[in-house]
């Protein structure tokens, strides 16, 4: 099962886009950020086009919005207005694979703004909570037993080699020490793997977002790995590979962030 996480910022503006990615490399569940569509926009006829029968969506105008396309039959869905601010930033399923059921939880985590201080910046502390939310809600529920694969924009670069330069990132918003502390509690709560890290190690730089401001974004290489798929402990055993498609930040009119990808072997 080839699991894909993208903050596509804008599926409509980018649709020719994520055609051609599924062209290129065909994979079975497709997880969504930033769609900025409304439910009653959002073009579903066009994506089952594309091989993706079973679809999920949760979106608003201009801003935010989660999808979930896949080549398997889901069902269970949920869409969860976290900390009741009215943005559709999560959405979960269940999709049917040969070891059993697999939740896959989508988040798009707030950006947090541009000053590290949830005291005088609301977006800030609205991003901390949000986190705290997903900590909670993994703690709290029975689910030790179950497969769950969670993704997303998080808007946390957590190690000192998913950002450029840990120096002079420490007190920028993403890669804040607090930040991390509270990325690293929702690891902690499930027992989650980081499946990108798993395969690559930490001395290791890995990005998935680059900024708009970057002439060369690849060339000078200023990244952050915002994007995230994690497995339960249960899955470990299945995870097979990974990608990053940072060819696609040079696309005409690319995302910010890039497709990641996951494989799991059953």
Known sequence: MKI????????RLRIGLLKKFIDLTNPDVICLQETKVEDQLFPALELISYGYNFIEFCGEKSYNGVAILSKFPI???H????LDYGHKRHISTQIKSPIGEIIIHNFYVPAGGDIADPKVNDKFDHKLKFVDWMSDFFSTKTLSQEKIVIVGDFNIAPLEHDVWSHKQMQNVVSHTAIEIEKLTRLQNSLGFIDSHRHFVNHQEKLYSWWSYRAIEPLKSD????????WVSPNL??????YKIYRDFRLENQPSDHVPIETSLQF
């Open 4 to 11: 894909v996480s993208w903050n596509i910022n804008s599926l």
């Open 75 to 77: 069902q269970n869905t």
């Open 79 to 82: 869409k969860i207005d976290i």
């Open 222 to 229: 200023r990244g952050r790995r915002l994007d995230h798929i």
């Open 236 to 241: 470990k055993k299945y995870l097979s590979c």
